[in-house]
T-cell receptor, first 114, second 114 residues
Framework: DAKTTQPNSMESNEEEPVHLPCNHS???????IHWYRQLPSQGPEYVIH???SNVNNRMASLAIAEDRKSSTLILHRATLRDAAVYYC???????????????FGGGTRLMVKP | KAGVTQTPRYLIKTRGQQVTLSCSPI?????VSWYQQTPGQGLQFLFE???????NKGNFPGRFSGRQFSNSRSEMNVSTLELGDSALYLC?????????????FGEGSRLTVL
């Protein structure tokens, strides 16, 4: 399976934008890039996903490099509630055998300062 | 719409005992997958059930088992508990399997083995 690499931790100030990077140099053409986050004492929650084009939703934006070897999750205005571990995960859109098995890496722990 | 419900939320067992954890998926969801989260190993996939059939199994010993009922509710069982089984056990549900849709996680069952 293609793997992802993320920084262990990042720090941000409240109400400032945050750019969380993810490297996936061995990504295949059918791999979707998914982001989940895990708030303290909670299960992971879905944030956003994309294949090739940049994506926006109410929570965040996903910027995907043209060669797809990296991506960036963008939180436009960080709040204290965004302090969490953010996971970048690849899911093969053509491998039905993988089912709903997600391979989590270590993620990036985002700390937000007031 | 009710989210994924896991019971019990907390439990303490002793080595050698067995434990059963329950997961009620979101109504209409047919896929239930289980994950183990520990400080050392992070989030690891245990198994997935879809329409009462196990679709995939992670790299865990046979002491870990599960099943899914006709109403999509799922249980996982760990027999002959070891200290290393202390973890947060997370359940995730999804309407389907093998696509790239989001998974909805519960808050988990925290198991402590003494």
């Amino acid at each position: 399976d293609a793997k992802t690499t993320q920084p262990n931790s990042m720090e941000s100030n409240e109400e400032e934008p945050v750019h969380l990077p993810c490297n996936h140099s061995t990504i295949s053409g059918t791999d979707y890039i998914h982001w989940y986050r895990q708030l303290p004492s909670q299960g992971p929650e879905y944030v956003i996903h994309g294949l090739t084009s940049n994506v926006n939703n109410r929570m965040a934006s996903l910027a995907i490099a043209e060669d797809r070897k990296s991506s960036t999750l963008i939180l436009h205005r960080a709040t204290l509630r965004d302090a969490a571990v953010y996971y970048c995960i690849l899911r093969d859109g053509q491998n039905n055998n993988a089912g709903n098995m997600l391979t989590f890496g270590g993620g990036t722990r985002l700390m937000v300062k007031p | 719409k009710a989210g994924v419900t896991q019971t019990p939320r907390y439990l303490i067992k002793t080595r050698g005992q067995q434990v059963t954890l329950s997961c009620s998926p979101i109504s209409g969801h047919r896929s239930v997958s289980w994950y183990q989260q520990t400080p050392g190993q992070g989030l690891q996939f245990l198994f997935e059930y879809f329409s009462e059939t196990q679709r995939n199994k992670g790299n865990f010993p046979g002491r870990f088992s599960g099943r899914q009922f006709s109403n999509s509710r799922s249980e996982m069982n760990v027999s002959t508990l070891e200290l290393g089984d202390s973890a947060l056990y997370l359940c995730a549900s999804s309407p389907w399997t093998g696509d790239t849709g989001e998974l909805f996680f519960g808050e988990g069952s925290r198991l402590t083995v003494l």
